[in-house]
């Protein structure tokens, strides 16, 4: 018996495209075994033809997707080149989240200037949030967007709020601490250089934005 992610039916299927962006967020699709001795509507059975048959019925021309989940063991990404779909895997655990961040900006930002018009489809386990986090922090390094607008957007699009637990508001806090610290102490040269010091900006807003927009809602 093969087991469903943990609280992978809480979630709809796919989200609706990001307004303003290429973004369409999405849980992961399971492979047909996942679903063998489970009792569910067909709707629930995300398997990836029925994935491709939702991108369809929501009329979404998908060019590429990022998938963020650790393990290839949901289901097999060779299906996306059939529909050519250009995939990649960006391993993203829950507590390095914002590492990856430079990566993921990059696959997109090398998708967006060769290909104009098609989606790009944004994937960890429940498409909330790992997609959520990397979605927004694009949003506002590369698009100028406001933090609280760019989580605003995507959860109307992926029709659920992104969570956090105490834990990862804790990580937060001390990533957040140690970055203001070690840059005091150690980079102030680096500092002074406008680029630099503007991307800084951005990523302590992004970083304790989230910490205070989270913090609020577990209160």
Wanted: with cysteine; glycine share 4%; hydrophobic share 35%.
């Amino acid at each position: 018996m093969t087991k469903l992610p943990e609280k992978w039916t809480r979630y709809k299927n796919i989200g609706e495209r990001i307004e303003g962006t290429r973004f369409v967020p999405f849980k992961t699709p399971l492979n047909e075994d996942y679903f063998a001795d489970k009792v569910l509507p067909i709707t629930e059975k995300l398997t990836f033809n029925r994935l491709m048959h939702e991108f369809k019925a929501h009329k979404y021309d998908i060019g590429l997707v990022i998938d963020l989940t650790t393990s290839f063991k949901y289901y097999d990404p060779s299906g996306w080149s059939a529909f050519h779909v250009e995939y990649k895997k960006l391993r993203c655990d829950g507590s390095h989240v914002m590492e990856r961040r430079a990566e993921f900006n990059k696959i997109v930002d090398d998708y967006l200037k060769k290909e104009p018009v098609k989606l790009i489809g944004v994937h960890c386990v429940h498409g909330l949030n790992r997609t959520g986090y990397l979605i927004c922090a694009y949003l506002v390094e590369r698009m100028g967007w406001q933090m609280k607008n760019a989580i605003e957007a995507f959860e109307k699009a992926r029709g659920h709020k992104i969570e956090t637990s105490r834990e990862k508001l804790a990580e937060l806090e001390d990533h957040l601490l140690e970055m203001s610290s070690s840059f005091s102490t150690r980079f102030v040269p680096f500092l002074w250089n406008p680029k630099h010091f503007h991307s800084l900006l951005i990523l302590n807003y992004f970083l304790l934005t989230n910490v205070l927009e989270f913090k609020k809602r577990s209160n």
